[in-house]
């Protein structure tokens, strides 16, 4: 069977300066032109650069989960991914979050606008005769409307 470019997305883990390369660049670039989607893995991890991310040809980041499941605790990490999230919003990107693990989560990240979120408050990693009954029952949960976050928010 045949797949369509267009509903590939390739998933770039930014790894040193490779990216930086001329060939590496130029692949991505063939990649997009041809219609496949390119998402840049845990933006705002460690090697994360924002040079990095104003050079690459990508459609989407994907926001590291480091910044994401630890809030509860860690309240001052929501600056870090409201401007990551700003910043996905300003390129023009998709933006998915990684590591939504609660309600909290959920209601937090809805109220940001966020496309998508990513981790077990969405589901647990499933088998793959398991997936088509997931996508047609899914609902996302509301979230906590009461929740801190969206005080901290």
Wanted: net charge negative.
């Amino acid at each position: 069977p045949y797949i369509f470019p267009e509903s590939l997305v390739l998933e770039v883990l930014e790894i040193g300066e490779i990216l930086e390369q001329k060939v590496a660049l130029g692949h991505l670039q063939r990649l997009r032109s041809a219609g496949v989607k390119i998402a840049l893995d845990d933006v705002g991890s460690a090697y994360a650069s924002l040079l990095r991310l104003k050079n690459l040809p990508i459609d989407e980041i994907k926001i590291d989960q480091g910044f994401v499941r630890e809030l509860l605790n860690k309240p001052q990490d929501l600056i870090f991914v409201e401007s990551l999230i700003n910043l996905g919003m300003g390129m023009n990107v998709i933006i998915t979050v990684e590591g939504v693990e609660t309600e909290e989560h959920i209601a937090l990240l809805r109220e940001m606008e966020v496309d998508y979120l990513q981790g077990y408050a969405i589901a647990r990693p499933l088998e793959a005769e398991a997936v088509a009954d997931f996508v047609h029952t899914f609902v996302l949960g509301t979230g906590d409307a009461d929740t801190p976050l969206l005080a901290l928010y």
